[in-house]
């Protein structure tokens, strides 16, 4: 199974300023020219959120705040400026290989 | 607006059964595959069976391979996760999940606890 890491587990950022939140998959993610790795976000008590597809797509809807990059092993999600909704915890998850998997979640507080 | 709408969950001992129930609105249910992911209590999240827009492939992971079979009733717009021999680490809320385009998991339900224990 393909395991990724998310790091840091947990960080405080103040308003304003930039989040980044990293993925390291244990081998590559990339197939046919996408990388398949996807991020989430999950408030308490509501489910995950698509945020962004295949590494770098914004989903509709959600804010341009947000954005992802990498390939092969190494992603990146980075959230800039940080907003007071932006509170939450974040999961990476690859759909390359079967079982799809998911990071181990970052919980994101807001200073 | 894509609507999932989980049920059946509930408090099971050990080596006991439970079936969970989707029904979805708001799209052409029949055209999507669909999935069940589960959130155990220190929050991981874990896909635990998918099934194609015409019921006729299904995938597992081996932690629940034999154990779960995942259904769907097109005319009904209804996803089922029948659950058996089920573990106390089976314990989770239990979302359902559409998939989009080039997205695995598009869409989630709120979710349906799974509690398993004497």
């Known amino acids: 199974n393909i395991v990724l890491t998310q790091s840091p587990a947990s960080l405080a950022v103040s308003l304003g300023q930039r989040a980044t939140i990293s993925c390291r998959a244990s081998?590559?993610?990339?197939?046919?020219?996408?990388?398949?790795m996807h991020w989430y976000q999950q408030k308490p008590g509501q489910p995950p959120k698509l945020l962004i597809y295949l590494a770098s797509n914004l989903e509709s809807g959600v804010p341009a705040r947000f954005s992802g990059s990498g390939s092969r092993t190494d992603f990146t999600l980075t959230i800039d400026p940080v907003e007071a909704d932006d509170a939450a915890t974040y999961y990476c998850q690859q759909n390359n290989e079967d079982p799809f998997t998911f990071g181990s979640g970052t919980k994101l507080e807001i200073k | 607006e894509v609507q999932l709408v989980e049920s059946g969950g509930g408090l099971v001992q050990p080596g006991g059964s439970l079936k969970l129930s989707c029904a979805a609105s708001g799209f052409t249910f029949s055209s999507y595959g669909m999935s069940w992911v589960r959130q155990t209590p220190d929050k991981r999240l874990e896909l635990v069976a998918t099934i194609n827009s015409n019921g006729g492939s299904t995938y597992y992971p081996d932690s629940v391979k034999g154990r779960f079979t995942i259904s769907r009733d097109n005319a009904k717009n209804t996803l089922y996760l029948q659950m058996s021999s089920l573990k106390s680490e089976d314990t989770a809320m239990y979302y359902c999940?559409?998939?989009?385009?080039?997205?695995?998991?598009?869409?989630w339900g709120q979710g349906t606890l799974v509690t398993v224990s004497a």
């Open positions: 999940a559409r998939e989009g385009l080039r997205r695995p998991f598009a869409y």
């Open positions: 081998e590559s993610v990339d197939s046919y020219g996408n990388s398949f």
